[in-house]
């Protein structure tokens, strides 16, 4: 009897120490300072489009993920080494350079510094964009009656180490609903691809709704790729726009995209393998990049909200 007293006198003893341990327990709040940090550079230039990118500071791996935006960095904006003019801040962290917009074929450079920190540079060249020759539509039910929009695109592959990739947006008008007290408003928003065939299956990288890959496989010949939409993007309005993008980029945005996508797999399992994510930014962190385009436009009749 005498025995099992001593053990469960042990045992009780042993809770309330763990309990005594852990009770003791503190979070620490980090405070780094900004000379140890440094300038994040992140922009994804277009031509005809405003030159602008976001300027933000870099996390210590013990700080919650948040952003911490720059607002007082000096960052200037060169067009093949040509001084273009110091960027305007706005809000959230981007920064603008007013009246400027990218060309193709045009390299540009930005520049970023601020008081106390390391300096911070990134370059990128806009390249030309590669026509879509076809674009089929059909129409698959799936499951459940659910419908799927399948969009096969077809272009040429110029020589040459190229990186694609390819992507969605849909128009529709919410609101109306004949009364005059709900005017509709014009909605222009992304869509998720879904990939259809072995060859995106294999190599494609689906990172935000955008379908990324390589012509490692098929450099220098022609090339049709199918992604599908589902009927969800059919259901916000009675017209909808779809508007499918085969996308031209540099290398740099492929390996940030692919690395970026390993990342954010990998954030929440703890028995993955840290994943460093690919930055072209010198002195600092980000990516700068630039993509160019080709497009074609469909519309289709939704079965959502008749006007």
Same mark, same amino acid.
């Not at 031509?47 to 993920?65: A, G, K, R, T």
């Not at 067009?79 to 920064?95: I, Q, T």
């Not at 085969?246 to 940030?256: F, G, Q, R, V």
């Not at 002195?283 to 993509?291: A, E, K, N, Q, Y």
């Given at each position: ?99 400027? *917009?990218?060309?193709?074929? @045009? !390299? ?9 920190? /390391?300096?911070? =540079? #990134? ?33 040429d592959d ?44 294999e190599e ?40 499918? *993008?085969?996308?031209?980029? @540099? !290398? ?9 996508? /390993?990342?954010? =797999? #990998? ?32 519309i289709f ?7």
């Amino acid at each position: 009897m005498k025995l099992f007293q001593n053990i469960g006198n042990s045992l009780i003893f042993s809770i309330l120490l763990i309990v005594s341990v852990s009770s003791c327990e503190k979070i620490i709040p980090i405070d780094l300072p900004d000379q140890d940090r440094k300038i994040v550079i992140n922009g994804l230039l277009a031509p005809d489009s405003l030159v602008n990118v976001n300027l933000s500071l870099s996390l210590s791996v013990l700080e919650p993920d948040s952003f911490l935006y720059l607002s007082d960095a000096e960052v200037d904006l060169y067009r093949d080494n040509e001084l273009l003019g110091r960027m305007v801040y706005d809000s959230v962290g981007f920064y603008s350079l007013p009246g400027v *917009r990218a060309a193709v074929g @045009e !390299e540009y450079r930005i520049t970023a510094t601020k008081a106390g920190m /390391a300096s911070a =540079e #990134a370059t990128t060249t806009i390249q030309s964009p590669v026509s879509i020759l076809t674009l089929d539509t059909t129409h698959e039910i799936l499951d459940y009656g659910q419908q799927l929009v399948n969009f096969k695109i077809t272009f040429d592959d110029p020589v040459g180490k190229d990186y694609y990739g390819i992507s969605a947006e849909m128009t529709y008008d919410f609101g109306g609903f004949d009364d005059p007290g709900f005017p509709s408003e014009r909605i222009t928003t992304s869509v998720y691809l879904s990939d259809l065939d072995a060859f995106l299956e294999e190599e494609g990288v689906n990172y935000r709704g955008s379908i990324y890959f390589s012509d490692r496989l098929f450099e220098g010949a022609s090339k049709s790729i199918e992604v599908g939409v589902s009927d969800y993007a059919l259901t916000f309005s009675d017209t909808v726009w779809i508007t499918i *993008r085969l996308e031209k980029i @540099e !290398e740099a945005y492929y390996l940030y995209a692919i690395s970026s996508q /390993a990342y954010y =797999e #990998a954030h929440s399992n703890p028995f993955s393998e840290p994943v460093k994510v690919f930055t072209n930014v010198n002195g600092g962190f980000g990516i700068l990049s630039s993509r160019s385009f080709s497009e074609r436009k469909f519309i289709f009749w939704g079965t959502g909200y008749p006007r």
